[in-house]
């Protein structure tokens, strides 16, 4: 069956560590890769996303995510956490045979922020 | 200068009621959606409309009805709300299948 899956519902991290998100689809070809994040009493922003080409892709708030065609995977990192980054990561698929455009999420990692 | 909007933020109502959520966007596309956000923060698609037409309807009870008077418009009317209704709702746009942008979400509190 097609499913995003986020492995870990729930990561702890120090400000100032690195911080990595992983994220696993199981779909018959390629689709299009999206990590969106939410911060609390918020709504869903957009940190960067995948279509083709360089499989290493740059995104807002200095995330980056790497796509690995191997793996089936689309992880998201960032060098160096801040406290503003405490918040739920999804991350989004779209079939690329989708005429419409219909998003299919993971579950979400809640990230909290230590001192 | 908000992209997506939606009213109200925080809705709160008896069982039984009916309710509408309005959605607004103002990048000029072409594509809108409803997803829903469950207590456990999952999210599913349960409408999209291009160009005021249907396009997605996914599982959705009939209770639901979306509405599109517009491009830049898409309502959501829930008859006889039930508990389970209780959810955050997010409106999202695009142009096409590309970038889906989301409204902040409205907070519906079925009592």
């Known amino acids: 069956a097609q499913s995003v899956t986020q492995p870990d519902i729930h990561i702890t991290v120090s400000e100032g560590a690195s911080l990595e998100l992983r994220c696993n689809y199981s779909?018959?070809?390629?689709?299009?890769l999206f990590w969106y994040v939410q911060s609390p009493g918020q709504g869903l922003q957009l940190l960067l996303k995948?279509?083709?080409?360089?499989?290493l892709v740059q995104g807002i708030k200095g995330f980056e995510a790497e796509f690995k065609r191997s793996q089936s995977s689309f992880n998201l990192r960032k060098p160096s956490v801040h406290w503003s980054d405490a918040a739920e990561y999804f991350c989004?698929?779209?079939?690329?045979?989708?005429?419409?455009?219909?998003?299919?999420f993971g579950a979400g990692t809640q990230v909290v922020v230590t001192p | 200068d908000t992209a997506v909007s939606q009213t109200p933020k925080y809705l709160v109502t008896q069982m039984g009621n009916d309710k509408s959520i309005k959605c607004e966007q103002n990048?000029?596309?072409?594509?809108m959606y409803w997803y829903k956000q469950d207590s456990k923060k999952f999210l599913k698609i349960m409408f999209s409309y291009n160009n005021k037409e249907l396009i997605i309807n996914e599982t959705v009870p009939n209770r639901f009805s979306p509405k599109s008077p517009d491009k830049a418009h898409l309502n959501l009317h829930i008859n006889s709300l039930e508990l389970g209704d209780s959810a955050v709702y997010f409106c999202a746009s695009s142009l096409k299948t590309d970038t889906q942008y989301f409204g902040p979400g409205t907070r519906l509190t079925v009592l």
């Open positions: 995948y279509f083709s080409g360089d499989t």
């Open positions: 989004a698929v779209v079939m690329t045979t989708d005429s419409w455009g219909k998003l299919q």
């Open positions: 990048l000029g596309h072409d594509t």
């Open positions: 779909y018959g070809a390629t689709p299009y």
